[in-house]
């Protein structure tokens, strides 16, 4: 039976000092200036994202660690509408060919091995055409036809021409056959993916001890006030997701703090949901399938 996430939530109440207050439009250019700023963490809590912003937070290259929590936000029936599903595919970095399902590269090296094999028989063929030719050239020179091995070798020629007929032919046969059986694994297997930001979802829907998480905490360091071993935090408890609307249009309210004992208990909050085993996150690999299904990425 899994927990509810209620079990995480500090009950102790308090003054929070070193703290201001932004209430109106545009709240989220505070946040987003803080982010700029940060270099060791950024750790989000926000139920709705926008593709401008995953595409903001990817870009802050400075950062050594970046992680997010995000929630479904749909309905139980279909946990994730199309524009989510679309936001989605920001979070994912494409992986070489190399890098993809097993499966597929045994298949391209059992092709690869017929390849070599069949050319191993064209050139045995080949050779054989040169050799017979010159032999024929010879007898031309010589004016020694028509003679049995005038008649000879053209049949050594003509058997010759018909094997490497027959291996340009088995090649593009085998080559066809590869690009089918990969063509067939690829609609079934989506390629192999890994996020640019460490992410986990929430699956709101996934059981009944879930919760809904209506949370919007954006966490990060603060090298102005941080000193060579006391890393400060600054913290941004707001009612503002981090979406284009929810930072810039949107009338929303954002706190700001540096306060010791706030932001420590925040940090330990973020950790515990992000790490713990009884919070029902939806699992990597059904994300990719999913969105590999709705045609939103491809090899």
Known sequence: MKTTFKKFIATNTRDIKCSKLYVGTNVGANIETA??????????????ISSDKIKFFSGLNNVTKKKLILCDTHSKSSPFNKDTLET???????????????????????????????????????????????????????????????????????????????????KKSIRELFDSEILKLKKITPPNMKWKIETK??????????SYTHLKIYLMDCPKLSKPGNIVTKAFLSSANFTKSGFS??????LETTDFQTTKELLDFFNTLFKHNSCDFHSFDSLVKKLYNENLINH
């Open 201 to 210: 979802i929430i699956n709101s829907f996934g059981s009944p001890s879930a």
């Open 35 to 48: 982010m700029k700023e940060a270099e060791d963490f950024i750790y989000i809590i926000s139920p709705f």
């Open 249 to 254: 249009y949107n009338l929303e309210f954002a």
């Open 88 to 170: 989605l595919t920001n979070l994912f970095k494409k992986s070489d060919f190399q890098k993809y399902p097993e499966l597929v590269n045994e298949k391209e090296y059992s092709m690869q091995q017929k390849l070599k094999n069949e050319k191993k028989k064209r050139n045995i063929w080949l050779s054989i055409f040169v050799i017979s030719t010159s032999f024929l050239g010879a007898l031309f020179y010589l004016k020694m036809y028509p003679s049995i091995y005038f008649v000879l070798l053209l049949f050594v020629i003509f058997l010759s021409l018909i094997g490497i007929f027959i291996y340009n032919t088995r």
